[in-house]
């Protein structure tokens, strides 16, 4: 009863709420794993956009004013991760705060002696828990000019990964999944990929994903979409895994033809 209900009202919003054909079609273009994706999986892409648009809040802030396109770049990008799932993994916050470039997170840290010390840090981007994405427009408008490198996608995959609690590199799993195929592919490549940083050892993954599980998931989650061979070629067993957890297959899809508008 409750799926009926949720399909008919997410028909009528889908009616009342179409994208601009021109606008859709520049954005499907901005980014490779857009460009690769089939006919099919662009109208779900759409469809997800438009949900997604209407269930959230796209704010600007300092100073920044948003162009209609700026919100369905974002979407497009935050919805390849649930292409196969489904916008309810969105759930429980709903706004989205877009700086024009890099903001100043302010927070406290306590030290080893119990000693309170404000922080103030430059970041390209943050996910609250139950609370907003928060991302600098000058960093999710790239088309790909840094190989692996997508601030969306990363503060969206954090995003995921809080769905049980605190971001822990453990996201919840799919029925089927293993959670202990999940915790010895990650482990394993973690700890290895934190000795190659260590060695100082040259990765196609951004050394950022050895400061902690959380960031590492985050991190792979930017490359399994951005540079998904370089995934499969230096952690296989762990590619295997995103896969399955996305239940998409990124190398595959840009090996292929990219399909027709």
Not at 58 to 78: K, N, R, T
């Given at each position: 009863?409750?799926?009926?209900f949720?399909h008919w009202r997410?028909?009528?919003?889908l009616?009342?709420?179409?994208l601009?054909?021109?606008t859709?079609?520049?954005?499907l273009?901005?980014?490779?794993f857009?460009r690769a994706?089939s ?10 956009v ?12 300092g100073g ?13 990008q935050?919805?390849m991760?649930i292409?196969?799932?489904d ?7 709903a706004?989205v705060i877009?700086?024009p ?5 302010e927070?406290?840290?306590?030290d080893e002696d119990?000693i309170?010390?404000?922080?103030k ?10 609370g907003?994405v928060?991302?600098s427009?000058?960093?999710?408008k790239l088309?790909?000019?840094?190989q692996?490198y997508?601030?969306v996608?990363?503060e969206?995959a954090?995003k995921l ?9 453990f996201?919840p799993?799919h029925?089927g ?7 010895r592919?990650?482990?394993?490549a973690y700890?290895?990929f934190r000795d190659r ?8 993954i951004?050394?950022?994903a050895a400061?902690?599980p ?12 951005e540079?998904p061979g370089?995934?499969l070629?230096e952690?296989?067993?762990?590619y ?7 239940r998409q ?11 027709g508008?």
């Amino acid at each position: 009863m409750f799926e009926a209900f949720r399909h008919w009202r997410r028909e009528r919003i889908l009616k009342r709420s179409p994208l601009d054909a021109k606008t859709w079609r520049s954005v499907l273009d901005r980014y490779p794993f857009t460009r690769a994706l089939s006919a099919e999986e662009r109208a779900r892409l759409r469809d997800l956009v438009a949900l997604f648009l209407h269930e959230k809040s796209v704010v600007a802030a300092g100073g920044l004013v948003l162009s209609d396109e700026m919100p369905i770049c974002i979407a497009a990008q935050a919805c390849m991760l649930i292409l196969a799932l489904d916008l309810d993994y969105y759930r429980g916050w709903a706004e989205v705060i877009v700086y024009p470039d890099e903001f100043v997170a302010e927070y406290e840290e306590v030290d080893e002696d119990g000693i309170v010390h404000q922080i103030k840090e430059p970041m390209t981007g943050e996910s609250w828990l139950a609370g907003p994405v928060i991302l600098s427009w000058a960093d999710a408008k790239l088309r790909g000019i840094e190989q692996g490198y997508n601030v969306v996608i990363h503060e969206f995959a954090h995003k995921l990964d809080m769905l049980n609690g605190d971001a822990n590199g453990f996201p919840p799993l799919h029925a089927g999944m293993d959670r202990g195929e999940w915790s010895r592919a990650f482990g394993s490549a973690y700890e290895g990929f934190r000795d190659r940083v260590a060695r100082r050892e040259a990765t196609a993954i951004d050394p950022y994903a050895a400061e902690s599980p959380a960031e590492f998931f985050a991190v792979l989650s930017e490359a399994f979409f951005e540079t998904p061979g370089a995934v499969l070629a230096e952690y296989g067993e762990l590619y295997r895994q995103l896969a399955a957890f996305y239940r998409q297959d990124p190398a595959a899809r840009l090996a292929e033809p990219a399909a027709g508008t």
